[in-house]
């Protein structure tokens, strides 16, 4: 199989692209489990519900859709026009019309759904998970896992409580050749890996400009498309795919791609958490809106190695010739890794390895929502289950609590709060606006 292009590993993997939340009104009461007499056996059918019908959740229906026994009985978004979208899709592959909603909550009280996909921008992503772990529904979850690292941990215990499936749709966690490059570092034949390295360059974005505020489209319930974030005034650049620049909604690049990437780099060194990050970045590149940095640099410090993330809108030729991709760099040598394969580099006064150059496998996609599948049926976890999910997210916020806070920060992860810093400790949560409430969360609503 051929390798991925960049543009095609944007529009179909890294962000989510016009993936628009549902919400509505006030919360109902708790939820109970879901009316199903079990859970899905091998040979059964999946019933799935959609929430959030944008870009990234067309894709991946489609990519459910390559599995026979999946079924979508309803779409749900809060845009009319994206929920037309996932309806066409449905009609075109299983020659049948979903039912639709604007309230997420109407998919999971549902006893026809087992299982829930979650493709929404990323304030949106813990309450419907976390309530579908409650229903008694499975979710695959797009990354990055929630907001914030508080989120994240509410998401992780409802799963646990409920002993449900829950996968995130970092798909390259699947990926064969890179699943290859990992287990080659976690076999010590690199020799000590002291130093490990994530970066992506990306010549196609470009500036937002600076738009007033306005009217939000007629086929939009924009309030429920804010839900728990600060109420604003619609604008362009806040919504849809730009919402990924804004502090309101998500974390810029760092967790975006970046979410992507440290999956991999993380793949290589085991569970450890970090005990320091520095961040170093802003606006190099862009003059408009955008909150997030265009450009960042991020240090962390593990118990046994460091690792560095950067990250550079608007360029395209990154570190060792890739756009975008991951090292390890050990006293044997280094692997270099990225959508087009791995590549083993030796150290020059090494003498116990041979160069080597391995092919890319294709788009690991279908094998990641494969993968989620078969543990819905089989009631094992999946391969970027939860616990994975949670700790390879909250790498990647970190790195944007130290370059909010514009210092290097001290990590206790098993409080999960930031020493002798309560300004950059209050980030590792995302206070809700009334009257959402997030279940299972160790901080207090603001």
């Avoid at 996968?167 to 287990?183: P, T, V």
């Avoid at 909604?249 to 793949?267: E, I, K, R």
Wanted: with cysteine.
């Amino acid at each position: 199989m051929k390798s991925i292009s960049r543009r095609k590993f944007l529009g179909d993997s890294a962000l989510a692209a016009s993936a628009a939340p549902i919400v509505a009104g006030a919360l109902a009461a708790p939820f109970l489990p879901s009316a199903r007499a079990g859970e899905p056996g091998p040979n059964e059918k999946v019933r799935l519900g959609l929430i959030g019908s944008g870009g990234m959740g067309q894709g991946d229906l489609e990519c459910f859709f390559g599995n026979p026994e999946v079924d979508c009985v309803v779409v749900c978004d809060v845009d009319d026009a994206q929920i037309a979208k996932g309806v066409q899709i449905c009609e075109q592959r299983r020659g049948k019309k979903p039912d639709t909603v604007k309230d997420f909550r109407r998919v999971l009280d549902r006893p026809d759904v087992d299982v829930v996909l979650i493709a929404t921008p990323d304030h949106w992503h813990a309450l419907p998970t976390v309530l579908a772990c409650q229903a008694g529904k499975d979710v695959y979850v797009e990354k990055p896992l929630a907001k914030s690292i508080d989120e994240g941990r509410a998401m992780l215990e409802a799963a646990k409580r409920h002993n449900r499936v829950v996968q995130m749709g970092s798909q390259w966690r699947s990926c064969r050749h890179i699943q290859e490059a990992a287990a080659f570092v976690r076999s010590g034949k690199l020799g000590k890996v002291s130093l490990v390295r994530g970066w992506t360059y990306l010549d196609w974005l470009h500036s937002v400009g600076n738009p007033p505020d306005g009217a939000p489209p007629a086929s939009v319930d924009y309030n429920f498309w804010l839900g728990p974030a600060p109420a604003r005034p619609f604008n362009p650049n806040r919504f849809h795919f730009n919402f990924r620049w804004f502090w309101d909604y998500a974390g810029g690049l760092m967790t975006d791609w970046g979410v992507h990437l440290l999956n991999m780099m993380l793949m290589g060194m085991g569970p450890e958490p970090p005990r320091t990050a520095a961040s170093s970045g802003g606006k190099y590149v862009f003059d408009d809106a955008e909150e997030t940095p265009d450009s960042q640099v991020t240090v962390y410090e593990f118990p046994s190695y460091m690792l560095v993330w950067e990250h550079k809108a608007g360029l395209g030729v990154g570190i060792n010739n890739r756009p975008w991709g991951v090292s390890w760099a050990g006293t044997e040598g280094t692997i270099i890794v990225n959508d087009a394969g791995w590549e083993l580099v030796i150290e020059r006064r090494a003498g116990n390895l041979e160069p080597a150059k391995h092919p890319g496998t294709g788009d690991p996609r279908p094998a990641h929502v494969r993968n989620f599948l078969d543990c819905v049926k089989s009631r094992q976890q999946p391969d970027l289950n939860l616990e994975i999910a949670h700790h390879v997210s909250t790498v990647a916020h970190l790195g944007n609590l130290a370059y909010r806070s514009g210092h290097k920060i001290t990590w206790n992860a098993e409080q999960e709060k930031i020493v002798g810093d309560p300004a950059a400790d209050a980030l590792v949560g995302a206070p809700y606006r009334a009257p959402w409430k997030l279940p299972y969360r160790r901080r207090a609503e603001a």
